[in-house]
């Protein structure tokens, strides 16, 4: 490792919206800065504390274990003013006030785009850690929180299909992830939903209420009695889930169940997936530092520890896992009757 | 057992809303009639499978490890039909025609309703097991599914307190029970919620948007930072728990998350008060059939098996647990500054 | 409530092996005391910290949300010491150079006995909240703890029967409670074992190997295929499952897998009945020590708080629901053929 | 897709140790060849159903809601006549006689090898889909059942934390993986486990008593007070993790627990990593047998399905990964004082 200058000292903070596995990776970035033998101290409250100066010593007693739980011991936060000129300036000058050589911020693409923003008025390193349930960074295959979610949302779809066969009712799940539809396509897949409605398929071809009418029709023709459970991602119809099956039930005479899992996909112990990519990214946050590198994500790709431009983190995208979709669309649940493509 | 006639074949069907623990019933249901010598049918999809005489026969390998899952493996449904004459008249006769000495229905207040109704019609004897997640059954304890949804509720709003106290923030979760507040304050009490509404309380003091953000100012005022979960059964704002979030952010600027649990608290593995409860009510059922007992629900008081009439379940009522009230809203919670009561 | 004299300041330490919601019992004493004007000190590590004199000060907000986790965030301890006469009037003395009117024992029955051993030589109130999964103690028709332990061991038997019936194997699950048998008896029941191995029915009739073979080989008759899943008590087996299972194999031919589930049964989210009963009983000892109540334990008896004399706690017994054993061993698994008692 | 003949019926089993996510992958199985237009028969207990002729025709009714669910609908089982050779003629003979075109295994190691040596007798297709919970395939990133095994071992040693903190202890949880570490390495760094004994680890370096009390006395030296646990995957200590904890206690006075999780690691609802895994390797498995391949297993490489010949998946290893290892042992529980790397 080549290190540019002697590391002594570096800030943490966690920014946005919480993510399970942000306390592993504070945990993390804890215990490696202490076995490179570099001081932590951790902002409170995301950037809003570190314009307010508020912070505390880390060491790896306070750690130990909070690998166990979701949230973030050192608070979180959204921070409107830190777009702002003079919010950059200030938080460098707290920077230099504290002699901090780096920043190590764990959050999602507003959070980035913070860091990024702050980077243009600080001369210490910065570094990201990708830390949001919705998997929409670019330059990891996996952000930290995002397993946990599907865990969640699939754990709450597999008590949904108990009830919805025992009644052979349909039911519209509405799950995180507004502007990526990874969550509601990994626990559409785990969970064999019937169907899935995602943003990035919203754009060339839109739900409608009677197309959904025509599958749920084609499904129970197919399979006699049953349930149909739908995933759909927040934000792609007016009034969410509720509103969607009251129209269903209205308009179709068609009885619909809504539920609305909401911020339960950001509690419970993080699954191990979160925790062990957040150990390893937080370890690799340090270590980036000690490289001398600056203004990157710490990201994982097949397996290997990378490091990617914070700017592309969000200028860029991850696209959908293609075959997911088509097993899901095409495979599994197909709109139109089976090709048998066996048939040469 | 003083025995009124040789019982040789009995029928058990699951009605209304399915709860956690119907499988355990209907489990110990027909290893109780086997061990008895018993033929056990049962009709599929409720009241519905009595009328169109949808029915199978019932043996131990059928339900050995059913106790496990939620749901009904031989399904429920609501049969609004079955309120009408003709609909018992005709009950009846598919009863004699399969020679049923006695009918077990395991269900809720609805359920029993159409049980009485065909009990003037039919002469075989009637049990009922009490299975509903809303615990609103006079004549036990506790129903079949209570333990299961209240186990659910408590789950998800460790989950919501994780993310909360992260970010400092107000949540309302709404839980089920329109009528009945058992599965709120159980939940409630259970997560240590700051706040829960529920039917019983609103009809002497319902819930006002301003006596709430009252509540939550006075919480954040003695504890500083931290998050404040409310648990809101459903049916007791207009729009539920979203709409009541947008009117808080609306009208006083507080940010507020909803969730809205909906039927995931139906399903996952039933809880072991459930699965123990529905063993010993399932093979009570049997043994109060050998009793000779009709028009009665099997009930549990006391860690005592017992036996009230089907009328009484509904028409009397069990209170919610006044010491919970209490502890809830004057130990734990109270509106007003702790009274120091010790100052005599 | 009666008082006898102006309540200020006490104590209150969790002791013996720690018990899913001993963390709800402290915060609902914390709470309580807040509530009725009193000071609370707790000692930390059980009696030994009442030795050391390791106390800290617990306000509301040190409790919150404690409620959520198993363990004890004051920390328990065995303490061999405390029997010896020496060490209660130095325990005596620490409380009084402390000014603490009252001590709350968070545990056992020898925590118990170590709380009489300390009435005997000190002026204070002392009273006990029963905290141990094996629900061992006279006066409360469950401990606190003890829900959980049988949530977790149910939860791991609904496991090992996923995989036991997808090979058709025999499995032998060890589970605690080396002198009572409430935490095997409640998880077999809950999960439906074929057969389970209790210290209360050891007494009269000791498991043999071959009284088990044959009850494996009728249950294999009657079932054709399958699994069999046998819970067995802790220390009711020389060498335990391992060594049992070991013991078919070589002299029965009979393959068999154990599973030794030891201190999970103390860990997780502890269930909802837990936290709840903590959440009373934690309560009602603080009314108990404003009532001027000494030497009791704090209970809950048919969904009342009573209390009781500590010495009652271990000196009576709560037998097993004997409901519960009939079923089990009568009705659901046999050892003889059915009776079919239907017959007269 | 370059397709030798038309595909008119497959056969699937389901072999050796049953893993979670096996009915997932046979669910997507099923709901493939439906699509394209092929018979699906199911030969039950693994090889042994083969040989005895026992299947049943599978329909995508017959496996519509199975992925929520661990063991195998179709059952498994070890076959050690499989071995022989004329086991393997009679196979083929049922299997011509059947006219299957491909055949399907689901299973490890062994369960491959069955497969190769039946593909030399047998002119139909093999194909092999990874599903052994210990991980120890070539040729896929990872095998179905694997993250399930390592979120069961996580949640019972964050549930071995809660109590070994509580109790400042010592403990030794044995888990799954006699010869590849694994589940060990996935669930010790997901729960933050202060040492793990891994297969490929006690080659070079066996474990030893005293170097293991140094350890553990150095953490607590550290740490000051608190807990330690350990992972033992099985079979790395004579008598296990029982033999070892006597061990510690009686030699060097040094209280210690076991715990043996055994086969809870194999059940519960599957992880959705397995459940999704599974869905894409059983479609992926079918379209490879519409693609003429032959004695390949189906496997995942970096997020895309890939095939690799049936012997390299035993003759080839993946290794572990080394970044863990380093973290686990250099960075976050170093045996020797913290080198201070930060000093140049």
């Known amino acids: 490792m080549s290190v540019s200058k002697k590391i002594q000292r570096i800030a943490v903070l966690t920014s946005g919206g919480d993510a399970p596995g942000m306390n592993a990776a504070l945990r993390a970035v804890v215990l490696a800065a202490d076995h490179y033998g570099i001081e932590v101290i951790a902002f409170r409250h995301g950037y809003q504390g570190l314009l307010d100066n508020e912070y505390l010593t880390m060491k790896p007693k306070d750690v130990l274990h909070v690998l166990q739980y979701s949230?973030?011991?050192?608070?979180?936060?959204?921070?409107?003013?830190?777009?702002?000129?003079?919010?950059?300036?200030?938080?460098?000058?707290?920077?230099?006030?504290?002699?901090?050589?780096?920043?190590?911020?764990?959050?999602?693409?507003?959070?980035?785009?913070?860091?990024?923003?702050?980077?243009?008025?600080w001369q210490g390193q910065i570094i990201g850690v990708p830390g949001t349930i919705d998997n929409d960074l670019y330059g990891t295959d996996a952000t930290i929180g995002y397993a946990t979610a599907v865990t969640i949302a699939m754990d709450a779809l597999d008590k949904i299909r108990d009830t919805a066969d025992a009644m052979d009712r349909v039911f519209i799940v509405e799950v995180m992830g507004r502007e990526a539809g990874f969550i509601g396509l990994g626990s559409a897949t785990a969970a064999g939903a019937e169907r899935v409605v995602l943003p990035e398929l919203q754009k060339d071809k839109p739900l409608t209420v009677s197309a959904l009418v025509k599958h749920i029709q084609r499904v129970k023709e197919i399979?006699?009695?049953?349930?149909?459970?739908?995933?759909?991602?927040?934000?792609?119809?007016?009034?969410?889930?509720?509103?969607?099956?009251?129209?269903?039930?209205?308009?179709?005479?068609?009885?619909?169940?809504?539920?609305?899992?909401?911020?339960?996909?950001?509690?419970?112990?993080?699954?191990?997936?979160?925790?062990?990519?957040?150990?390893?990214?937080?370890?690799?946050?340090?270590?980036?530092?000690?490289?001398?590198?600056h203004r990157v994500m710490a990201g994982m790709r097949a397996n290997q520890c990378v490091d990617v431009p914070l700017r592309d983190t969000w200028e860029k995208k991850n696209p959908l896992a293609s075959n997911l979709l088509r097993i899901q669309h095409e495979i599994f649940n197909p709109v139109k009757k089976n090709p048998r493509m066996n048939t040469q």
Chains 1, 2, 3, 4 share one sequence.
């Open 71 to 121: 949230g973030t011991i050192i608070k979180s936060a959204r921070c409107q003013r830190f777009k702002e000129e003079s919010a950059a300036t200030e938080a460098a000058a707290n920077l230099e006030a504290l002699n901090i050589d780096a920043l190590v911020i764990i959050g999602g693409d507003g959070s980035f785009r913070g860091a990024d923003h702050l980077a243009n008025h």
């Open 223 to 293: 399979r006699g009695e049953g349930s149909y459970v739908m995933v759909l991602s927040e934000h792609q119809w007016p009034g969410g889930a509720v509103a969607l099956a009251e129209q269903l039930d209205a308009e179709y005479d068609l009885p619909c169940r809504p539920c609305l899992l909401g911020h339960i996909q950001r509690g419970g112990p993080p699954a191990p997936a979160d925790r062990i990519l957040a150990s390893e990214l937080g370890v690799h946050a340090i270590e980036l530092i000690l490289q001398g590198k």
